[in-house]
C-alpha cells in the first residue's frame, strides 16, 4: 500500500470499519464500502479520481454545496456503474478524521460526533430502501455534518448561517399582551416576493415538478420603505401570507430585530425518533447553551426552520394536539413559492407518487391524501422563532388586528 493511501484513512479496512462503527453505519452499508475501498485502490483510475476528490472537498473546503446532484465524473460511473454514489460515499466519509480532530478542537466528545454523524446512516438507510441496494443520494445535505458545522443536539440539529430571507423583523419596545395591544412581534414582507391575491407567495402550490408560472395582474409585490425615523411595509400574517394594507412602524415605538444576513439558527429535523413538544424545547435549551459557549462570537437573533411541516394547510388537517401543528405554531411564517413535493417526500417517499395508490395507514397520511383528493393545495413555508426555549408552548404573536385591521 502506498503512503498516499495510507494518508487517507478510509481506503484501510480496518481504518474504514472502525469510522463506520463510530457513526452507526448499518452493517450493509459498510461491507458495500469495503468492496468500493477494495476496488479503489486495485484502481489506479479510480484512485487518481479519489484522491483528487479528498483534497477538493476534504482539505480544501469546496464541498459541493448547492441543493442539486452531486457532479459525477463519467469515468468514475464506467467503472463503478451502480456502485457510483458508494464510491462518492467513501470519499465523503474521508472527512471522518478531520471532522473528529474539529470536535476536540472544540472540546466536543465523541458522544455528539456520534450523534450528529448518525444522519448519515439514516440516508443511506433510507437510500437501501427505495432501490433495494446501498447507495447514497442525498450528498448536498451531509458535507455541513463533516465540515463540523451542523451539530444534533438533543432531538434537533442546528448550524449558524446568514439569513437569507428578504422579510425583516420587529420588536415592539412597549408592553403588549392586552386586548386591542400592539403585538409584541412582527414581520414585514420581502418587497421582492411576488405575492397572490390571498397574500401567499406567487407560485405557492404549484404541482410537483412544475415551473412558477409567469406573473399575471393578479399579482402584487409588497413595498417596504426604510428611513432614520422607521419603517414602512405590508405586515405578515404569523400564518405566512401578507396583508393587503400597509403600516408604519416609527422607530421611538419599534426595534429592528431581524434583517436579511443576520445570523440565525437554522433547525433541521433529523427523521428517526418520536417529535414530542417537551423533546423540541429542551433541544433548543441544549443549542441556546452550546452555541453561545462554543461559537461566542456569532450569536443568533432568531432560529429558523423550513419544513414540509410548515405547510399551513395542516393546522385545519390535523387537530390541535398534532406535534406537527403544535411544531408550527411555535413559528412565525412567511411566504415562499413552496410545493406539495416537499410534504409528500417526507410523508409517503419516493415509492408512492401516485395519491391513488399511496397507503392511509397513518392519520397524517389519510389526512394529506384527502386533502388532496378534495383538489385542495399544499404548500410548504419557512418561518422564524424568536423566544426563548422556556418560552415554548406559547401563543403566537397577538394583536396584529390592532395595527393591520381585519384580514
Request: hydrophobic content about 40%; aromatic content about 12%.
Amino acid at each position: 500500500m502506498t503512503t498516499e493511501d495510507q494518508s487517507i484513512e478510509v481506503l484501510t479496512p480496518g481504518r474504514l470499519t472502525y469510522w463506520c462503527e463510530r457513526i452507526d453505519l448499518p452493517d450493509g452499508a459498510t461491507s458495500a464500502l469495503q468492496m468500493i475501498a477494495a476496488q479503489v485502490r486495485n484502481d489506479i483510475m479510480l484512485k487518481s479520481a479519489f484522491a483528487a476528490f479528498h483534497e477538493r472537498s476534504v482539505l480544501r473546503g469546496e464541498w459541493h454545496r448547492e441543493w442539486t446532484p452531486l457532479p459525477i465524473d463519467p469515468a468514475v460511473e464506467a467503472r463503478c456503474g451502480d456502485n457510483t454514489s458508494l464510491f462518492y460515499l467513501l470519499a465523503y466519509l474521508s472527512a471522518l478524521p478531520y471532522t473528529w480532530e474539529r470536535y476536540q478542537s472544540l472540546g466536543l466528545g465523541m458522544d455528539l460526533f456520534q450523534k450528529t454523524l448518525y444522519d448519515i446512516g439514516i440516508h443511506t438507510q433510507d437510500y437501501y430502501d427505495h432501490n433495494g441496494r446501498w447507495g447514497f443520494g442525498n450528498f448536498p445535505w451531509i458535507w455541513r455534518h463533516l465540515a463540523g458545522e451542523l451539530f444534533r443536539l438533543g432531538r434537533l440539529q442546528y448550524m449558524l448561517v446568514p439569513f437569507g430571507g428578504g422579510v425583516r423583523a420587529f420588536r415592539y419596545k412597549g408592553k403588549s399582551g392586552g386586548r386591542g395591544s400592539l403585538p409584541s412581534l412582527l414581520l414585514l414582507a420581502d418587497p421582492e416576493t411576488p405575492l397572490r391575491r390571498d397574500g401567499y407567495a406567487w407560485g405557492a402550490g404549484r404541482p410537483r415538478d412544475s415551473a412558477v408560472a409567469a406573473e399575471t395582474s393578479e399579482t402584487w409585490r409588497p413595498d417596504f420603505e426604510e428611513s432614520a425615523i422607521g419603517w414602512r411595509g405590508h405586515p405578515v400574517s404569523p400564518e405566512g401570507w401578507v396583508y393587503r394594507s400597509s403600516v408604519w412602524l416609527a422607530a421611538s415605538d419599534w426595534e429592528l430585530a431581524l434583517k436579511p444576513g443576520d445570523t440565525v439558527l437554522d433547525l433541521h429535523i433529523p427523521r428517526d425518533g418520536p417529535f414530542a413538544t417537551a423533546d423540541c424545547a429542551a433541544s433548543h435549551a441544549l443549542a441556546e447553551e452550546f452555541f453561545a459557549r462554543v461559537v461566542p462570537e456569532r450569536p443568533a437573533r432568531a432560529l429558523f426552520c423550513h419544513t414540509w411541516m410548515f405547510s399551513p394547510q395542516l393546522s385545519r388537517m390535523l387537530p390541535d394536539s398534532s406535534n406537527i401543528v403544535r411544531f408550527q405554531q411555535e413559528f412565525y411564517l412567511y411566504p415562499a413559492p413552496g410545493t406539495v413535493a416537499f410534504l409528500w417526500n417526507f410523508v409517503f417517499g419516493a415509492k408512492h407518487l401516485d395519491p391513488l395508490s399511496a397507503p392511509r395507514d397513518t392519520t397524517l397520511r389519510r389526512a394529506v391524501l384527502d386533502h388532496l383528493a378534495r383538489d385542495e393545495e399544499i404548500f410548504d413555508l419557512p418561518g422564524l422563532l424568536f423566544h426563548s426555549s422556556q418560552e415554548w408552548g406559547r401563543e403566537r404573536p397577538a394583536g396584529l388586528a390592532a395595527i393591520c385591521g381585519p384580514s
